[in-house]
């Protein structure tokens, strides 16, 4: 028995597990970030374990690095992964006999098309090729040449409807194994049954919350900020840079009595806004950090409107 864990939230940790379950015949387990602790907990006992696109997390490495050496002890167990890592780190997972297929240049489906090509059809290529574009890794060295075999827009316009369709399914828990399943058969995306018709539907969503966004949103100088109804904040902030033309666009939404707050920034951010959302919300009494362009904020609801102002301010200059 042979077991894949990989990340269920994004088609390239979706693309990686049914690469990995063709070549191997692998069960697969499809978790979030915070659920890999609790998914190698329950991957003894198997001959072969893959893990794939889950980054470890800093508080719980050290936790992590026990399971795997655990497993290692009894299993083969392979890491492939494109999420940054410590040196020491992946020399420790090394040394205890993991097979670490790992660069930060390549996303976690390519790599596992790298690592098995000998085992794969020429098909196979494609959907890494589709992970890639998905990731924002189509830049990398070994998904350009991937892309490369195909017609350019053919290989896009499948990304964008394996991405469409699957957020469009956020809520359904069984949707990342169906996919897995269709994918694990090298079908091109478009043939997938449904699937083009679940990217319109997500299309339709984006384009009226567009146009509410037009309506509702407000803006202070290099700041659009909304309230989201809509649930996904991140999608929602990045809209907003779009549809106000600003580089900093600010969504929050209701969480008990506090206000989760997703920032995102365009091609014209220039502030660092992980550090932004770690230091305001830190003087307000909450917690926040992220990514230069994409960070997120956690605060009570009374401070909304100093948050606001606060962030505002700083991006003057
Ligand atoms: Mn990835």
Request: charged share 30%.
């Given at each position: 028995m042979k077991l894949c864990i990989s990340h269920k939230k994004d088609?390239d940790g979706i693309t990686a597990a049914a690469?990995v379950k063709?070549?191997t015949?692998s069960e697969l387990k499809l978790v979030d970030y915070n659920e890999l602790l609790e998914a190698l907990e329950g991957a003894e006992g198997y001959e072969e374990v893959y893990i794939c696109d889950l980054g470890m997390i800093g508080s719980k490495t050290e936790e992590e690095l026990s399971a795997f050496r655990r497993i290692a002890s009894s299993s083969k167990l392979v890491y492939i992964d494109?999420h940054?890592i ?7 997972i090394?040394?205890m006999?993991v097979v670490c ?7 976690a489906?390519?790599?596992v ?60 828990r069984d949707f990342p194994y169906?996919?897995a ?137």
């Amino acid at each position: 028995m042979k077991l894949c864990i990989s990340h269920k939230k994004d088609i390239d940790g979706i693309t990686a597990a049914a690469l990995v379950k063709a070549v191997t015949g692998s069960e697969l387990k499809l978790v979030d970030y915070n659920e890999l602790l609790e998914a190698l907990e329950g991957a003894e006992g198997y001959e072969e374990v893959y893990i794939c696109d889950l980054g470890m997390i800093g508080s719980k490495t050290e936790e992590e690095l026990s399971a795997f050496r655990r497993i290692a002890s009894s299993s083969k167990l392979v890491y492939i992964d494109h999420h940054r890592i410590a040196p020491k780190v992946k020399a420790k997972i090394r040394r205890m006999g993991v097979v670490c297929v790992h660069s930060e240049k390549d996303c976690a489906s390519v790599l596992v098309y790298d690592h098995f090509k000998e085992s794969l059809p020429e098909e196979a290529s494609l959907l890494a090729a589709c992970a890639a574009v998905t990731d924002y890794l189509d830049d990398g060295p070994i998904a350009k040449k991937l892309i490369s075999r195909y017609e350019r827009m053919f290989v896009y316009l499948n990304a964008g409807m394996l991405a469409y369709a699957l957020s469009r399914r956020a809520k359904d828990r069984d949707f990342p194994y169906k996919l897995a399943e269709w994918l694990s058969k090298f079908q091109p995306p478009y043939k997938i049954p449904g699937l083009m018709e679940l990217a319109k539907d997500r299309m339709d969503q984006i384009w009226g919350l567009m146009k509410e966004l037009k309506e509702k949103a407000e803006r202070i100088g290099n700041l659009g900020f909304v309230k989201s109804n809509f649930g996904d904040c991140g999608l929602v902030a990045n809209l907003l840079t779009g549809v106000l033309g600003v580089p900093v666009g600010m969504a929050f939404t209701s969480s008990g009595d506090m206000y989760k707050i997703s920032l995102r920034g365009s091609e014209g951010c220039r502030w660092d806004l992980g550090r932004l959302a770690d230091e305001i919300s830190g003087e307000l009494g909450g917690m926040g950090g992220g990514h230069r362009k994409a960070s997120g904020a956690v605060i009570p609801k009374s401070k909304l409107d100093e948050f606001v102002r606060s962030l505002a301010e700083r991006l003057k200059s």
